[in-house]
């Protein structure tokens, strides 16, 4: 079945250790999506890919960055996590920007900063 | 900016109907998503409403009136399963959608 597959699904790292979490689709979208969601919160965007245009949102902190090699995979690297960034962490796909389209989560990577 | 507001809880009762409403003050609206999410899970995909009126897929039904900023959830038959957090999440013409912070709805036996 095509889908959003996040890997992995829990993710333990250290104070200020860099850590990646990967996304991958076969939906074949063009977009893809970052999103942090801590408890009883609202997913907040940190950026989009529309193909390789890259747009951060201008409140997600320099420490989040993000990689799209190819059509189906993105990555989310946190390059010193602290406390504060242990959250969910969401990646979701559509089909393009501007034409109206639901979004397709991937079932989250649980970031645990110790 | 955009300000999307929901209430923060609702408990029901199974067999029942429960309404659960999202006001919303954006610019460039390009539609409305409502969203479910269960505890531990990602979001997936209820309804979409871009235009006024009543959309209805089953046991749900989305209305919309972009005048007034309004949007409701509409539930009919509550399942035990329906118990979740449900989002609504407002489209711009840039593409992008932005998240409420979720209804948790508590259905009761």
């Known amino acids: 079945d095509a889908m959003v597959i996040q890997n992995p699904r829990y993710q333990v790292t250290q104070f200020g250790k860099p850590v990646t979490l990967s996304c991958s689709q076969t939906l074949n979208h063009n977009v893809m999506y970052w999103y942090q969601q801590k408890s009883s919160q609202a997913p907040k965007l940190l950026f989009h890919?529309?193909?390789?245009?890259?747009?951060n949102e201008a409140d997600t902190p320099d420490n989040f960055q993000s990689r799209r090699p190819n059509t189906s995979f993105c990555f989310l690297d946190i390059r010193s996590p602290g406390l504060g960034d242990a959250a969910m962490y969401l990646c979701?796909?559509?089909?393009?920007?501007?034409?109206?389209?639901?979004?397709?989560f991937g079932p989250g990577t649980r970031l645990t900063v110790l | 900016g955009q300000n999307i507001d929901q209430p923060t809880e609702m408990t029901a009762t199974e067999g029942a109907i429960v309404q659960i409403n999202c006001t919303y003050q954006t610019s460039g609206f390009n539609g409305l998503f409502w969203y479910q999410q269960h505890a531990g899970e990602a979001p997936t995909f209820l309804s979409y409403n871009v235009l006024d009126g009543l959309e209805e897929k089953g046991r749900f039904s989305s209305f919309l009136s972009r005048s007034k900023g309004y949007s409701y959830l509409l539930l009919k038959e509550l399942q035990m399963k329906d118990s979740a957090s449900y989002l609504c999440?407002?489209?711009?013409?840039?593409?992008?959608?932005?998240f409420g912070d979720g209804t948790t709805l508590t259905v009761k036996p």
């Open positions: 999440a407002v489209n711009t013409n840039a593409g992008k959608s932005t």
């Open positions: 890919y529309y193909d390789k245009d890259f747009n």
């Open positions: 979701a796909t559509s089909r393009d920007l501007g034409t109206p389209g639901e979004q397709f």
